[in-house]
């Protein structure tokens, strides 16, 4: 089955360069008397790379019958080379039986060029390689399920769309308000417009007080006339407020979204948990677009600590494996690697995590393959920028930002030492696939070192924890890298035992306050057994939002402010994001931890259930694998699960069953 | 006064990679009983890069008197930030007395963002830099002379039209033959055709047999209805051929040029060499455009070797910065430098030879700075391929040029080492321009090196010359290194004297048949004062171009053959070019050695004016500087020089004279 095929990494770095575009803040300007408010471009902070504008593309096969291939180009400038004749677009060609050799090449200007070829051996594919002059010659070609038509167009995302209308809508404050109900993204659509007005101010809102307070919003766009109605462009809201505007107009928004086949699933006995994780899934939905997004309703970017979280959570919500390698190749961008990924450092370690983390959720070597020589031009820069003693070193255009957080933090932080000698475990695993044996004996060789190094300096025996930082004396101690070193298995357990007293139980070491940073303290303290910290949160912090009407989750929830204090951010108004992904992580925590499942060999090859009634009654629910769903189904008197593939086990207590193919296991308790 | 502004680069990245993509070329297939005439894309073989769809440039500056700006870019994905506020487009700003800082940020993905502000001190020019976030902070924007007006859209290069008719039409070989009397270039119109069709195929030469030949013409082009009238895509041609027709329709040209202002001039008693100067100097115009052309008709692209020519006949023409300046530019494209300028490694090091000599013609000493950051990373690309012993090495990817010739050249050749050497000394020469103390004494240091090595390893004193290769053992002499080591000062007087009369002397030694090395024969021969050999083959070689009715200068020319024999090249039938750039030496020959003129100081701070007679009676013409012209009059009883600039300095045999700035210094022979 033929796909369109492209310069390798040109989809995403095309899709990328407008995602990273995309974003506008609103500001109101004194206009004489009046004021004006207006929808203003923001720039990303670092370089967006777009893709190369000239692909040639190549395939040498034998073929045993003859076959007929078709050229589509998305661009009159190109042609397709078989056997050294050239031939325009449009043109049907007879391969006979034998060996040959097909390349095609254009040039597209304000896109990518793109190519596909109907046949058999030669339909346009992954299998088709850069051409040997190109100086990445024999990458495999760009392609994804998502442009397999021969009318499909890469160049424009692949979103489905669905008519929504608002639940309600009322005359107030002067203007209109329209309530969808819930968060929401698309165009938005007004039509029966009174013929006196050619552009309609929309004043949109996460909240309701956002979008009444138009001159203070975040967002607010001009719907324009267009074939008769009023259009803006697509926005995230679950308001929309008309100021000084009267009529009553009937109005509706194109939804867009990604259909993520939603895979992973739980219900159990406490519906506040289950309205939770639909919110959640809810969540994911919107950020999960051409890469994972932040957040839908700012910046609508793909950061690399965002999305290394999301990556979690996809993996137990729908395993969509062709978002995770978008998001990958998006926040890589072009060569020459010349800052870190978003310009924080600890991102780009996320990055060598999550490739590592990607290939061990689904096994799916082809692209590790692919992306293998980008790792190593972008590990070549963060090598030349590391200090005479192979460890990380801040340098002035380092971002370190680990998290909204008060570190010591002048010098090399512990925490990025542990992330960087992670990224070097995660390489060194990945050069072990690609046969790079120099390369694995490299990074293994370094990460014993890293480990030895980070022990020796970081470790405070009074504090009986990590500290931030060996240089200043100040021996401050915060949570972050202490647990990094229970994540990554970086000490002793001797040592992981006090830093579990001394940091994690300590009350006197401030607070994780980012969902952003509870994502990684979460995930360890249930790998400590401790799920009740977990559920207390669900409860209390999640569950604080909800209560607050929260539709989806937020970027940061403090249940001591009130009203408006809690959509205030980096010193605006509204600037919170109301619909952050990094929220979504009780989807992981309740898949690995409470379901209990998780991948033990790559892509699923061997995996384990081993369920946690925590806090509730009973629960039943899935997680995907790449290729099906594992079921568990768990009460106090029973535990089942069913999964249509080899290689599992169920552990209940100290008991371990294996888990037969296409079979329910039941065990009473 | 105002220009538009961009990223450094962009302008000439973006129009690089539209003018890459241009080439096409012919190719008929047999449809059924009929056959069919298409033009079909031809790729470059090397890597084009686009500009950077990004930009945000700033500029901080005290003011003492106030002033407002208004601000516009070519893209509403765009914003000025005035002293930390932000603005739309359009947006028109005053400033106070003080310290300001003005920053313009801008997203076009089909193109390249660009800017213009209008104020006194904040007009937007060159002053203004990249912002500090990105990977080339500090460098300065890009401008153009030809982008100062507002309405200007730098996406559109600034070409000139003029409306041009053919000088005859007639019926012929069952078509309609139009013939424009010589060489143009331009979109071809066409009216009142007869309405039963709806394309036309045109057929393009130019030779009268080529445009007949329709089914192996280098170039045709399908005419469209637009408008009522037939258009076609920019070609060029003398001939229009439209074959199967029989309407004389009305047709003419939309002339497509840059308007050169010519300032060089030669004028002598002998017609022919003025008509072959006015040959040249049209063969110039049609060649200079967004950089350097090699030729006009097929490729249309930038080669570095090509271009390196018409840098020297520019300076004698008409002393364009601007052109020159784009055409370094795009040669040498985007980071990271993956492999050499058009992957010939002799264009690499011409590169670096012509931005010196640049600046030794112009004085330009912001090019040279804005420049030279770009050219120590092409340098860190050129030593990371060097052998051990610092010399060129042929690498799997080097395209070993040097001229269309039979070489000892699977080895590390000689002209490759001088052409190195001399690039390192122009690196070390800008290294100095630019405070770059370091890199201009490792410079400095590896000429010499460099000069020691090519003597002790290249010269064959059983054949008193340079030999090709001294690894292969065969002493395999050509005209090539010699040449340059003449040109170059690279040897003793001792050897020089035996190059001359062992190989420039000697006829053994095969001949230079391409017009692009002798531009650099006849260079080192007039060094040598041997004018004979230069103007005998200004009557033989360019003047048997003339008697077979050329308008433009030939890629190549050899008088054994005969009829369409000439216009065969590459194995095409008609694919040789008949307006090549590379042919338009004598404009630069006769200006530096008849007029004699020459900067003997950067940018002619100091010159000499050393006329020559040569085999003329009488001469007069002008060769252009930077900031006027320097006129030269000579005949058999007189030498006249005038020029409005100081530092002149008249040779005459062996008396000089000084120069008067603003009068005519006149010498009685």
Redesign the interface.
Known sequence: MAKWIWYPGSLELYHG??LH?RRT?A?T?KNGKNSDT?S?????????D?P???A?LTKEAEIFESEVIEFFSNT????ICVDNI???PNSKIELGVGRHRVTV???K???FPAFYCTGNVFATDRSWVVCE???KAGRHAGDSELYSDVNDNPEIFKFSYKKVEPVSVKCEKGGVLYDFGKEIFGKITISGVPKDYDELLLSLGESYEEAIDYEMANCVVNAVLENGSFTSSSCAFRYIFIPKFSHICELFVDFEYLPLQTRGAFRCNDEMINKLWRVCEYTMLLNSREGFFDGIKRDRWVWGGDAYQSYFVNYYLANNNDIVKRTTRILRGA??I??HMN?ICDYTFYWFIGIWEYYFHTGDIDFISDIYPDMLDVWAFVEKRLGDDGMYVRLP?DWVFIDWSTFDSNGPMCAEQMLLCRAYECLGMCAKLCGDDKMQARCERQVKYMIAQINQKYWCEEKGAFIDDYKSGKNNVTRHANIFALLFDYTSDARKESIVKNVIYNNKITKITTPYFEFFELDAMCRLGDFKYMTDMLHSYWGGMLELGATTVWEEFDPTKSGIEHYEMYGGKYEKSLCHAWGASPIYLLGKYALGVKPTGAGYSTFEVRPNLMCFTEFEGCVPTPSSEIHVKVSKSEVCVFADIDGGTLIVGDKKYPIKKGEWLNIKL
């Open positions: 360069m407008l575009n803040h500001k300007y207006r203003i471009f923001y720039h990303p902070m670092w370089r967006v777009g190369r504008h000239n040639i009159p400038d190109s042609c050239t031939y325009p090449s254009g040039f200007a304000d896109g002059n190109d100086d060569d020459p010349t800052k310009t255009d």
